[in-house]
């Protein structure tokens, strides 16, 4: 009966990753791993003595907590994780004195969502509230054997985006014969790839200034000027001085102060970077806001520029629907400057939606998650000079 729901649960859980997979495959999505401590709390049924830590709780005092799951931009993550923990002589499991030493171990498969969706924008941000349902299969000599419901919640602290301090609680409840139930917490540090991307293209960096600095500087070049045959000078031969005319060289078209400044303006405005926006959103990430940030600087350094922020969207979705996105993707930018005191009437925003895809990936066409985000893209037009 152990095995039967055991398995019953794994499939459930493995269903779900491959559901919310297929929802989601874009640049917003990320894999994560962690390692960390638990603590098992071992209270009882009716969380009699809930915190008493010299009595129920039970770790080990080496990293303990191995975690790997995915992220997906919608809110909903997919988590993976194995404890390992001791039941110490002296402790109290079910209220029962527990007599020697005895392994822990736990394996969990979890389903998640981040709260923050309801409060920010669709990123991962500082505060990352979420909560937690699944299965499990604990196997301890001392109380457990078989498999558990969990269900919970916790707090992920993210420092940079790419790592977070990640505290988390379950309550973890026995399934069939296993009648026994308990808390377990945990706390420990996430990491995702692009932390380690970021690693080597610095340690990149250096190897490619020192390499750089290293070179060996080539000789000048001194030109041969011993001649392979003697000079033979030709006899002179008196000959009628030609006449050289100057050529005609039209004057350069002079430029007025509006040209020059036009000129100016587009160099300047063609240096700023462009805004990538995530599938299916509108919003603006920290790293976008950078970037619009930039164009705050150019409107209040050349007061007489008027824009029009132009916004695309990939193929995915309906031709209507993408264009609304994309509409509400060049105001989104808009209203972001003229927040930061811009004057409205000079920022125009133009919807493109699917019309005008800069590679190959139109509808039915497969490509991937890199190709389809060149496509959700803005720019920045210079449409006219305002008077001052």
């Known amino acids: 009966m152990k095995n039967l729901y055991f398995y019953t649960c794994l499939l459930c859980i493995f269903a779900s990753n491959y559901t919310l997979l297929a929802q989601r495959d874009d640049e917003s999505a990320t894999w994560y791993f962690g390692i ?28 303990s907590t191995v975690t790997a799951g995915y992220m997906f ?36 498969g979890l389903v998640e969502y981040g709260l923050n969706i309801f409060y920010r924008e669709r990123n991962r941000n500082l505060i990352d509230p979420f909560l937690s349902a699944g299965f499990g299969y604990t196997s301890n000599d001392a109380a457990y ?25 379950l309550g973890k409840w026995g399934i069939g014969d296993n009648k026994n139930n308990y808390k377990h917490y945990s706390i420990g540090v996430l990491l995702t790839p692009d932390l380690f991307k970021r690693w080597s293209m610095r340690r990149a960096g250096r190897r490619s200034v020192s390499n750089s600095t290293s070179q060996p500087v080539p000789p000048a070049y001194v030109p041969d000027t011993t001649p392979d045959e003697p000079v033979v000078e030709d006899t002179p031969v008196e000959t009628e001085p030609a006449v050289v005319t100057e050529p005609v060289v039209p004057p350069a078209p002079t430029k007025s102060e509006e040209e020059l400044l036009w000129e100016e303006m587009e160099e ?13 959103s509108s919003y603006l990430t920290e790293d976008d806001k950078a970037i619009v940030e930039e164009l705050v600087e150019f409107m209040n350094k050349y007061p007489r520029a008027k824009l029009d922020i132009q916004a695309h969207a990939d193929s995915r979705g309906s031709a209507d629907y993408n264009m609304w996105l994309s509409q509400k993707r060049g ?4 209203d972001y400057i003229v927040s930061k005191g811009i004057d409205e009437k000079r920022l125009t925003y133009t919807g493109f939606g699917e019309t005008q895809l800069v590679n190959r990936c139109a509808d039915g066409v497969p490509c991937s ?20």
């Open 36 to 63: 960390g401590y638990n603590v098992v709390d071992d209270s009882g049924r009716e969380a009699r003595q809930l915190f008493d830590i010299s009595k129920n709780w039970n770790y080990v005092w080496f990293p």
């Open 145 to 169: 054997d078989g498999m558990t419901f969990d269900a919970g919640g916790g707090l992920n602290l993210w420092i940079d985006r790419n790592w977070a301090i990640s505290m988390r609680a």
């Open 73 to 108: 931009n919608n809110g909903f993550r997919v988590t993976f994780m194995g404890n390992y923990n001791q039941y110490k002589d002296g402790k109290q499991i079910n209220l029962k004195d527990q007599i020697g030493d005895e392994p822990f171990w736990a394996f969990d």
């Open 369 to 388: 998650a890199e190709e389809q985000r060149q496509n959700r893209r803005t720019k920045y037009v210079l449409i006219r000079l305002v008077n001052e």
């Open 331 to 334: 105001k989104r930018i808009v």
């Open 268 to 280: 300047e405005l063609g240096r700023i970077a462009i805004v990538y926006y995530a599938f299916d």
